[in-house]
Each structure stands twice: as C-alpha cells, then as structure tokens.
C-alpha cells in the first residue's frame, strides 16, 4: 500500500514480501516481474497453499487421481485449465496445497481468518477475512470449494483489469444488492486498515479510512443518488489514475 508516496511497512509491494530480483524500477516505478511461481507466492492464499506443498514434485496422473478422490470433486484439471488462466502444472501444485490444508476439499471462514492473522500480526485480520470470504464464498453456503477458490485466484491474480474491478465491487458490495453504499465502503477500508495495524510508517491517522471513503464516493457517485452502480464503479475506476491505484490495494492483501 503507497501513502504519500511512501510504501507502508510491513505490506510492501506484497505483503511484506521485498520485491525480487524479478522487478525492474523504470522512471521510478516498480514493474511487474512475469507470472513465476515466485511472482504468485507475493498472494497471501497462493503462498498458504503451497507453502503446503510437499517438495517432491507429483507427475500429472497423481494429480487426476487425486482430483478424483477428494470427497468435494473439484472439476477435472482441463476444464479448470479452460476457466483459469493457471497452468497444469500450476493447478496441480495449487491443488496439492489445498487439499494439505482441507483435506475435505472446503475452506470455511476460520480458516481464512487463520491466515490473515498469520500474515499481518500486527494488526487485527479478522473483519477483513469475514469480508474477504464472503467474497469468495458465492454461493453463500458458509464454504469454499477448491475449483471456486482457483476461479478467484485466477481473476485477482491474471484477470483483466475489468474483470479485477468487477471482483473488487462484489467485495465492496457487502449485502450483495448490486449497489455499494458509502457505508460499505467505509466497513471494507476501515478492515484493511485495521488489517495493516497501527505500527505502520508513514502512521495510519485514525481519520484516514472515512477520508479516503469520502474521497472516492464522491467521484464514483455520479448521479448522487447515494448508491455506486458496477457501471459507475468501473468507468470512474478506468478514469481515474488514483482510484486505480488504489484499488491495487487488493494485490497486496489478497
């Protein structure tokens, strides 16, 4: 997260993670590294999973087999290789993880309040993962399935940037009505702030959530009506170079 130009410390350019010898600084600016496996592990999900991931490397059939065998059938490798942009090889080691993790092939919302709380012990995680599972958990069914949890991963990690913003809005739009209210959008900030924790550099004002709310609806209500539309969100989002900005917040704690 960037303040002032300033990187907050203890999130970095991902959380906490030093950028790699991958990114390159041009006129001042940090480009992106190419999609490796490293580049993915900068994602707190990605990087819970395979940090899961045993050392020997399985061949393809073992993968089938166990995509088969896990009680909740996650789809075939293929067909999720068709609904992602992951590789086989990516799948299969996303998967590997996963199942080392849910055995049952769900992930409830303890589990993602367990791994936000392992990411950013300085701060308090839990509201953010309430948010965040939500998100994730379509359905509204209290659990995550695998080919679910990938189709996200995918979306937030290599999707386009109206398909990322398209996510973004389903995030904000806690009661899932199709609206953001500015209320919404200060309990999601308010999360990630709360996320990153009062020991950060430059220091979090307490104020700085409700400034930064007041700020963006203004300009994403553009009937003032007092609601935000996915139409409203997305063309102010591609208009405006500090929304963008902003909203790659969500790079650095997914």
Same mark, same amino acid.
Request: hydrophobic fraction near 35%.
């Given at each position: 997260?960037?303040?002032?130009?300033?990187?907050?410390?203890?999130?970095?350019?991902?959380?906490?993670?030093?950028?790699?010898?991958?990114r390159k600084k041009d006129c001042g600016k940090?480009?992106?590294?190419?999609?490796?496996?490293?580049?993915?592990?900068?994602?707190?999900?990605?990087?819970?999973?395979?940090? +899961?991931?045993?050392?020997?490397?399985?061949?393809?059939?073992?993968?089938?087999?166990?995509?088969? +065998?896990?009680?909740?059938?996650?789809?075939?490798?293929?067909?999720?290789?068709?609904?992602?942009?992951?590789?086989?090889?990516?799948?299969?080691?996303?998967?590997?993880?996963?199942?080392?993790?849910c055995p049952s092939g769900l992930v409830d919302?303890?589990?993602?309040?367990?791994?936000?709380?392992?990411?950013?012990?300085?701060?308090?995680?839990?509201?953010?993962?309430?948010?965040?599972?939500?998100?994730?958990?379509?359905?509204?069914?209290?659990?995550?399935?695998?080919?679910?949890?990938?189709?996200?991963?995918?979306?937030?990690?290599?999707?386009?940037?109206?398909?990322?913003?398209?996510?973004?809005?389903?995030?904000?739009?806690?009661?899932?009505?199709?609206?953001?209210?500015?209320?919404?959008?200060?309990?999601?900030?308010? +999360?990630?702030?709360?996320?990153?924790?009062?020991?950060?550099?430059?220091?979090?004002?307490?104020?700085?959530?409700?400034?930064?709310?007041?700020?963006?609806?203004?300009?994403?209500?553009?009937?003032?009506?007092?609601?935000?539309?996915?139409?409203?969100?997305?063309?102010?989002?591609?208009?405006?170079?500090?929304?963008? +900005?902003?909203?790659?917040l969500f790079e650095n704690v997914i």
């Open positions: 997260m960037q303040k002032d130009g300033k990187v907050v410390d203890g999130v970095g350019g991902a959380n906490g993670v030093e950028a790699g010898p991958g940090w480009q992106k590294p190419r999609f490796t496996r490293k580049a993915l592990m900068r994602c707190c999900l990605v990087r819970w999973i395979i940090a +899961s991931t045993g050392p020997k490397e399985q061949d393809s059939s073992d993968s089938d087999l166990e995509l088969s +065998s896990v009680r909740h059938q996650p789809e075939g490798l293929e067909q999720l290789q068709s609904q992602t942009k992951f590789t086989r090889k990516e799948l299969q080691s996303l998967y590997r993880g996963f199942k080392n993790e919302e303890e589990t993602f309040k367990t791994i936000y709380s392992q990411f950013f012990p300085q701060g308090d995680a839990t509201t953010y993962a309430h948010f965040l599972f939500n998100a994730f958990d379509l359905d509204r069914n209290g659990s995550i399935r695998f080919e679910d949890f990938v189709i996200g991963l995918s979306v937030l990690l290599r999707g386009s940037v109206t398909e990322k913003l398209n996510w973004a809005f389903n995030l904000y739009d806690i009661n899932k009505d199709g609206y953001i209210t500015k209320e919404e959008m200060l309990l999601i900030m308010k +999360s990630i702030y709360d996320m990153m924790g009062r020991y950060t550099y430059p220091t979090v004002r307490d104020d700085a959530p409700f400034e930064h709310v007041e700020k963006f609806f203004q300009k994403m209500d553009r009937n003032r009506d007092g609601v935000v539309t996915i139409e409203e969100f997305i063309e102010t989002c591609q208009k405006d170079d500090n929304i963008m +900005s902003s909203m790659q």
